[in-house]
């Protein structure tokens, strides 16, 4: 009996010192990232946490209203002006033909198309100074009023530098 108590003893004290390798563990992974812009021509989200998410536009209930979007953008370029156009024509869908939200984009007050031909959206002189100039999308309401669904689209904006 008394050889059994030593050894109980010792069993109870590994135990406790073994305790820590069965406590719980989590893991966090997450994906880090940075674009670094030439310092001569650049146009980029003001706010980054924004661009790679999908942008929600307010509903509004109680006048059955579709709210924009409205994000800033760091640009400076310093040789011309910075041109803009859509890639494509921009709308939300649901699915059904007939059912679109057509977007109106703009850019420091510009409005944009798909046309080939991009327009002029910042000039030279703020181009070579640099700034902060509004992107803006606002819905355009459909012939027939808002439909219920649930809707998703893309726009796409190309920048380029006018020819000095």
Do not use: C
Not at 16 to 27: G, T
């Amino acid at each position: 009996m008394i050889k059994q108590s030593p050894i109980a003893l010792w069993i109870g004290v590994m135990a406790l010192m073994s305790a820590p390798v069965f406590a719980a563990r989590e893991e966090r992974t997450f994906e880090v990232s940075v674009d670094i812009p030439t310092l001569g021509f650049y146009v980029i989200p003001a706010e980054s946490n924004w661009i790679h998410l999908q942008q929600s536009l307010p509903w509004n209930i109680s006048n059955s209203t579709l709210g924009g979007l409205r994000k800033n953008f760091d640009v400076r370029h310093d040789t011309s002006a910075l041109q803009a156009r859509l890639d494509s024509q921009p709308y939300l869908s649901n699915g059904l033909d007939g059912q679109e939200i057509y977007l109106r984009v703009s850019f420091n007050g510009r409005e944009l198309s798909h046309d080939p031909q991009p327009r002029e959206v910042v000039s030279a002189a703020q181009a070579m100074a640099g700034g902060r100039f509004p992107l803006e999308i606002q819905p355009k309401v459909p012939a027939g009023g808002y439909r219920p669904g649930t809707y998703y689209g893309s726009v796409n904006l190309i920048f380029s530098a006018a020819a000095p």
